[in-house]
């Protein structure tokens, strides 16, 4: 049977119809026809929806599925339901599991409880043996049994010898390396950012200079060695501008930002809430105005929703105690959208396939089914009857909304909300 998507604009910079209202044909996982009122083959399924927009599928470059060690927090199954009903098509799985995806064994593990799901993953093998820091993992066998990148889920690599060499080692496969960026020395017990707001609330800072002593030392290693490196999150306005100077002088350097960075600065911590304990620490209207300035001159490749479901008993204690981490998959659209430009939200919400060597997603007849459908209609506000998550720690309840995502389709499965 076909699916007709009924009068959607389509909004993709790379496509020959962008910007145009069409009808689009859906047949066995794959875009058949595109045009203007075309005929409706037999039995057809329409789908019209007011004011739909579709681009092509979101992809997510952080996401925590707790699955295995975790399942109080989240769930694979619906991790990836969540994520699918968020709009996003393939999502990048951090290693953050018990145990760590460190081997071969793990990951064939996620791929098999992924199976079947609209929602793809792409997982993440840690960089190093347990994520502890002290010696590679088996890069080249999880390379081999999916793994799309290698990375310690927010733990910064203390070892520059052993980060040089993972540098090396992975060009030998054309992998990538993930690099969270933090001194733990200079962070210490550091609970905030270091500033004002941290000053008066009594609560020990995590200085940005953390963050950049490690942006700036993994620059000068990939300087040296070449290959390629994916820094995630940047959080600071200086660190901004290492990245960007980076790309002048031509290194393959790639990075993203959270979502909660670009909305949220450290004001928000003057009640105490730990929603709003994250890695890395909000910051400064400074540094946000610095990350809004990236993302605009391309310095910050993608947005991420950094989504990280921490069951309740690690929220609900003092904020020093509290884990770090929001859930962010279901609020990723909503906020956005009420703050930056849809053409560009798109962008940053797609460019992680090219970045990490995946095929793009394509709107064209002939191209394989891989869409998310959004409106940017209507006002409201995030609110918790909106969250799917297990986990409810959300960073961004009650922020502005525009518009909500209508649902998505990849291959042979649509889903709409």
């Not at 929703?305 to 609020?331: C, M, N, W």
């Not at 609110?383 to 291959?411: C, E, W, Y």
């Amino acid at each position: 049977m076909t699916t007709v998507l009924k009068s959607v604009t389509i909004v993709d910079p790379k496509s020959a119809y962008h910007l145009q209202c069409v009808d689009m044909h859906l047949h066995a996982g794959v875009i058949a026809a595109i045009g203007e009122n075309l005929a409706l083959p037999q039995e057809a399924e329409v789908i019209e929806l007011p004011h739909a927009q579709v681009s092509p599928g979101w992809f997510d470059t952080s996401v925590v599925l707790g699955e295995p060690g975790y399942e109080a927090a989240e769930t694979i199954a619906n991790g990836l339901k969540t994520a699918a009903s968020s709009g996003f098509t393939e999502i990048m799985v951090q290693p953050h599991t018990l145990p760590v995806a460190d081997n071969a064994a793990v990951l064939h593990l996620l791929h098999q409880k992924a199976s079947g799901h609209a929602t793809s993953i792409h997982p993440i093998g840690a960089l190093t043996m347990g994520s502890a820091g002290q010696a590679l993992a088996e890069l080249y066998d999880m390379q081999q049994a999916g793994a799309i990148a290698f990375g310690d889920f927010k733990k910064g690599m203390k070892n520059a010898n052993l980060f040089k060499i993972a540098l090396q080692y992975v060009q030998d496969f054309n992998g990538r390396v993930l690099a969270f960026c933090e001194d733990d020395t200079l962070r210490g017990n550091g609970v905030v950012n270091e500033g004002i707001v941290a000053t008066r609330l009594g609560l020990k800072g995590i200085p940005s200079l953390a963050e950049e002593l490690q942006v700036a030392r993994n620059l000068f290693l990939l300087e040296y060695t070449g290959g390629a490196l994916h820094i995630p999150t940047l959080s600071s306005a200086k660190s901004v501008a290492l990245v960007r100077e980076a790309k002048a002088r031509g290194l393959n350097v790639t990075c993203s930002v959270a979502v909660a960075h670009l909305v949220l600065t450290d004001a928000v911590l003057e009640n105490f809430d730990t929603r709003y304990k994250l890695s890395p620490p909000l910051r400064t209207a400074l540094d946000r105005e610095a990350l809004w300035e990236g993302l605009r001159d391309n310095t910050i490749d993608c947005i991420t929703t950094d989504h990280h479901p921490v069951d309740i008993e690690y929220k609900k204690v003092e904020f020093d105690l509290a884990q770090e981490g929001s859930i962010g998959l279901e609020s990723a659209w909503g906020v956005l959208a009420a703050l930056l430009p849809t053409e560009l939200i798109v962008e940053k919400l797609t460019a992680g396939r090219e970045i990490f060597g995946l095929p793009p997603a394509v709107i064209a007849p002939g191209a394989a089914v891989n869409l998310t459908l959004f409106t940017t209609e209507g006002t409201g506000t995030f609110t918790t009857d909106q969250i799917r998550s297990t986990a409810k720690n959300a960073a961004l309840l009650g922020q502005p909304t525009r518009g909500k995502v209508l649902g998505m389709a990849r291959d042979k499965h649509i889903i709409l909300n």
